[in-house]
């Protein structure tokens, strides 16, 4: 079968381009990396797009796809109308085409302390954390900085000092392990203007995420644990 491809080609600034349409012999059951590999090899090879994995595990192929944020590498043709629209991540300056600079992604990122902290001594063997306690952090450690859910926020578009759902994601990682000991620091971090009270709840954080992360329900569970104190870390 063949399918129409038309992504939109920019250089520095992603209001400034323009449509290159490409006709691509395809299989339904082939992703939407694949197209890109075809068109760059064998029709235009001056098409700019990033990926590293080709697996959803590294998060460097995020783009928006039939206008969902959504990652090439596992997007099928199948589940695509014809034509197949792609455009880079929207929030984000361009560096080209579907390659967009995630540097100020990743300052908000590092903002929340995205490591685990604690100088006691370590036991002989390890840290031990019960399966009850692994499981309030389980779903936040899937997340693999993709940022389809930060460029899908409305906030995220009209402040750019919000930390973003995905750096919220990271702290929640951090704040609900029991092993760590900088939960009440992050919690003030988090707390701060442009933080998790700038949150709206619109949910397309959740929506956008290629890992089903539930994003906003971690967002939640950190403002609770902001209002009412209740970590299940020691104090630190
Ligand atoms: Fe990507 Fe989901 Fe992590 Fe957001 S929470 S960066 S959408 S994997
Ligand atoms: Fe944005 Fe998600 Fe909150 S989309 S407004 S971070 S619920
Ligand atoms: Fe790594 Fe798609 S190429 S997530």
Excluded at 64 to 73: P, Q, T
Excluded at 74 to 91: E, F
Excluded at 113 to 139: A, C, G, I, T
Excluded at 193 to 217: E, L
Aim: glycine content about 8%; overall charge positive.
């Amino acid at each position: 079968m063949k399918v129409t491809v038309r992504i939109w080609r920019s250089s520095g600034d992603s209001k400034v381009g323009r449509w290159s349409e490409y006709e691509v012999e395809t299989d339904p059951m082939e992703r939407v990396l694949d197209l890109l590999h075809k068109i760059r090899d064998e029709q235009d090879g001056s098409l700019a797009f990033r990926r590293s994995c080709g697996h959803g595990i590294c998060g460097s192929d995020g783009m928006v796809i039939n206008g969902k944020n959504r990652l090439a590498c596992k997007t099928l043709v199948k589940d695509l109308k014809s034509p197949i629209v792609i455009q880079p991540l929207k929030g984000f300056p361009v560096v080209k085409d579907l390659v967009v600079n995630m540097e100020g992604f990743f300052q908000q990122y590092r903002r929340v302390m995205p490591y685990l902290v604690n100088d006691e001594p370590p036991p002989p063997k390890e840290r031990p954390q019960s399966p009850q306690e692994r499981h309030l952090f389980d779903d936040t450690t899937k997340c693999i900085l993709c940022a389809c859910c930060t460029t899908a926020c409305p906030v995220f578009w009209a402040n750019s000092q919000f930390l973003g759902p995905a750096a919220l994601v990271a702290a929640h990682r951090f704040i609900f392990d029991s092993r760590d000991r900088a939960g009440r620091e992050r919690l003030s971090l988090i707390a701060q203007y442009g933080g998790i009270f700038t949150c709206r709840t619109t949910f397309n954080c959740t929506d956008g995420c290629p890992r089903g992360i539930q994003v906003t329900k971690a967002i939640l569970e950190l403002r609770q644990a902001i209002l009412t104190g209740n970590l299940p870390q020691k104090p630190s």
